[in-house]
């Protein structure tokens, strides 16, 4: 027989080989989730799931630890070292996400729900109350004779009801304080793709090109201005207050190869990290020549910066909202007829005041593997896609009025941002575009 406690309008079945019946119905529930459009593509999550399901329904506990799991299911050799390599703990990690996400949009009458507990690899069936086994009914022979010492007990089960009634209450109010839990599953759901591959992630920095005054040009400075330019701290933290009409040589400039990393797209580049290594997540942050087309090939990547990037452009360049240089204009531009234009806002006394930037999620980018984009037309514009795209408040308000399958659809934002003294204000979402 099935061991069964309840929970609320749900039952919880231990299905054992005899129940044959139970049996076949968790089977036809997972194969619905394994053909859904939640885990269709995701070809290790189905390999676990119905790994752990069909040796639940067996009886073959020794089966569901970490390091069996890791042999049969990801060909790991049997005595690996499950602490250096997380491959189980982050794929079942990947599979509740995929579950949670799959019985928000399943039917309500489902008669058996399947789900994996945190920090276990026993797959669990909750039954509907309705679906689950009926129970023989007690018949008794005599009037039940009434205990005067047990008058007490509905009392104390009213109690009881009330005491757990006010718990869950304050716990709702208590997270409602700490955390939104749907700020967390719709963050989660932005980032799955790059979450549930094993390879690394990319973050991916452009290295522009970079030359400042020779030390020659530093010297004749120096001389014609006594005390001026005379350590190299100085030299490179304090900019030349050369005569704008004062000529200078091709030779008084020099190529500096150290350099070039723009300030937005190193303030994009730590939240990201900080993003990955929260979630555990590998990274490795790739400057300038030290990536290729074939990286980006291999592994889940956010690619930062736009016009001093090539792989950001190219990327872009057939989708509804690209960059484009209009007449030597930083342009973001709606390719498609009568499009609209957003161009970076300058005050009469040439300082930025208003930046733009775009943030893309693309599920299947030129590369063929998951890729997030975050850039600006100037600086600020980088650093509040950055900002739009690793912070969980942000990605709610932008994605709650999404279409009801994004998850599965590709995606650009257009955000403004409000600069003041060289400091980017909160994103600001201008235009969507899913597909």
Request: net charge positive; with cysteine.
């Amino acid at each position: 027989m099935p061991v069964r406690s309840t929970n609320h309008d749900q039952t919880v079945f231990s299905i054992s080989n005899g129940n044959e019946e139970n049996r076949k119905i968790v089977l036809i529930e997972l194969e619905k989730i394994l053909t859904s459009s939640i885990f269709r593509s995701a070809a290790r999550s189905k390999q676990f799931l119905q790994y752990v399901v069909e040796h639940q329904l067996d009886g073959r506990s020794e089966f569901l630890k970490e390091r069996a799991i890791g042999a049969e299911v990801f060909h790991r050799p049997a005595g690996y070292a499950t602490g250096d390599d997380p491959v189980v703990r982050v794929q079942a990690g990947e599979v509740r996400r995929r579950l949670e996400q799959y019985y928000q949009t399943a039917a309500s009458d489902v008669k058996v729900r399947i789900e994996l507990p945190l920090g276990s690899y026993s797959p669990v069936f909750h039954w509907n109350a309705a679906a689950a086994q009926p129970q023989p009914a007690i018949v008794a022979s005599n009037p039940p004779v009434k205990d005067k010492s047990k008058r007490i007990r509905p009392w104390l089960w009213s109690i009881a009801a009330l005491c757990v009634v006010v718990a869950v209450v304050a716990a709702i109010v208590y997270n409602s304080g700490q955390r939104n839990p749907h700020v967390r599953t719709v963050f989660q759901q932005f980032w799955d793709p790059i979450f549930s591959t094993q390879q690394p992630a990319f973050i991916c920095l452009a290295k522009g090109v970079t030359y400042r005054p020779s030390g020659e040009l530093y010297d004749r400075y120096a001389k014609a201005h006594p005390g001026t330019y005379r350590t190299e701290v100085e030299r490179f933290s304090v900019p030349l207050q050369m005569d704008p009409n004062v000529k200078i040589s091709w030779g008084d400039m020099e190529l500096q190869e150290g350099y070039g990393v723009a300030l937005g797209d190193v303030s994009a580049a730590l939240k990201f990290s900080t993003l990955l290594g929260h979630f555990g997540k590998t990274n490795q942050v790739r400057v300038g020549p030290n990536y290729s087309f074939e990286d980006l090939r291999n592994s889940p990547a956010i690619v930062i910066g736009a016009f001093n990037n090539r792989w950001t452009i190219d990327m872009l360049s057939n989708l509804r909202f690209a960059f484009v240089t209009d007449k030597g204009v930083y342009t973001i531009r709606e390719q498609v007829p009568g499009g609209r234009n957003w161009v970076s806002v300058y005050s009469k006394s040439q300082l930025l005041e208003e930046d733009y930037g775009i943030v893309a999620r693309l599920l299947d980018s030129k590369t063929g593997q998951f890729t997030v984009i975050a850039a600006g037309l100037r600086d600020s514009g980088t650093q509040a896609a950055g900002e739009l795209a690793s912070n969980p408040g942000y990605l709610t308000l932008v994605l709650r009025d999404a279409p009801k399958d994004w998850q599965n659809k590709n995606l650009e934002i257009i955000l403004k941002t409000t600069v003041t003294d060289s400091i980017p204000g909160p994103p600001q979402v201008v235009a969507t575009y899913y597909w």
